[in-house]
């Protein structure tokens, strides 16, 4: 009963690399989202596909860029990270009637 | 847009103590209102939820209602654990929302001592 998985859990990147993080979803969920969380922040929403084939910016999209590869996959890249992405990333997704699935997290650090 | 502010923590109880923590909410319409708890090292995991004004969501021995006067949705536990250590995360989905997005409350930590 796996829900939804992220990987990887932990990363470190140097300032400039690039990385992508990987989400899937074994619920046959319609939506999926990738949030970020910070020390009194709570969790914000960076982007969010509706269904497949569809990608949308939340409140803080810049510097990131998204991928619905297909129904179970939403992946999230960083192109140049920056000291200010370090943050704890959120994948989740939710059918049209049930509440939202996350995954465990992935704390990221950009040095 | 649609906010939600909820208490700043951290809040510290001993165990068998009562717990509140005060959520409220700007959004037009009718949302959709969920009480989320993060334990250490986890992800989110859903507590309980309210659809419509004067519902109650229960969970766990934690409660909360939804009143649409007022434009809250308190959360309450009558005599906290040890395990309920964790933070608590309110947020809702705005009726009609593309995609059903959760809007987030900034989280509010409860530590409970023996």
């Known amino acids: 009963n796996a829900g939804v998985t992220q990987t990887p859990k932990f990363q470190v990147l140097k300032t400039g690399q690039s990385m992508t993080l990987q989400c899937a979803q074994d619920?046959?969920?319609?939506?999926m989202y990738w949030y970020r969380q910070d020390p009194g922040m709570g969790l914000r929403l960076i982007y969010y596909?509706?269904?497949?084939?569809?990608?949308d910016k939340g409140e803080v999209p810049n510097g990131y860029n998204v991928s619905r590869l297909n129904k179970r996959e939403f992946s999230l890249r960083l192109e140049s990270a920056a000291p200010s992405q370090t943050s704890v990333y959120f994948c989740?997704?939710?059918?049209?009637?049930?509440?939202?699935?996350f995954g465990q997290g992935t704390r990221l650090t950009v040095v | 847009g649609n906010s939600v502010t909820q208490m700043e923590g951290p809040v510290t109880l001993s165990e068998e103590a009562f717990l509140t923590i005060n959520c409220t909410y700007t959004a037009t319409g009718y949302p959709s209102l969920f009480w989320y708890v993060q334990y250490p090292g986890e992800g989110l995991q859903l507590l309980l939820k309210?659809?419509?004004?004067?519902d109650k969501g229960s969970n766990k021995g934690f409660e909360a209602t939804y009143r649409k006067e007022t434009t809250s949705f308190h959360l309450e536990k009558g005599s906290v654990q040890v395990s309920d250590s964790a933070v608590y995360f309110c947020a809702l989905t705005a009726p009609k929302a593309a995609g059903n997005k959760l809007t987030f409350g900034g989280g509010t930590r409860v530590l409970v001592k023996p």
């Open positions: 619920m046959n969920h319609n939506s």
């Open positions: 309210a659809t419509k004004a004067d």
């Open positions: 596909s509706a269904s497949e084939g569809t990608t």
């Open positions: 989740a997704s939710s059918g049209l009637v049930t509440e939202a699935f």
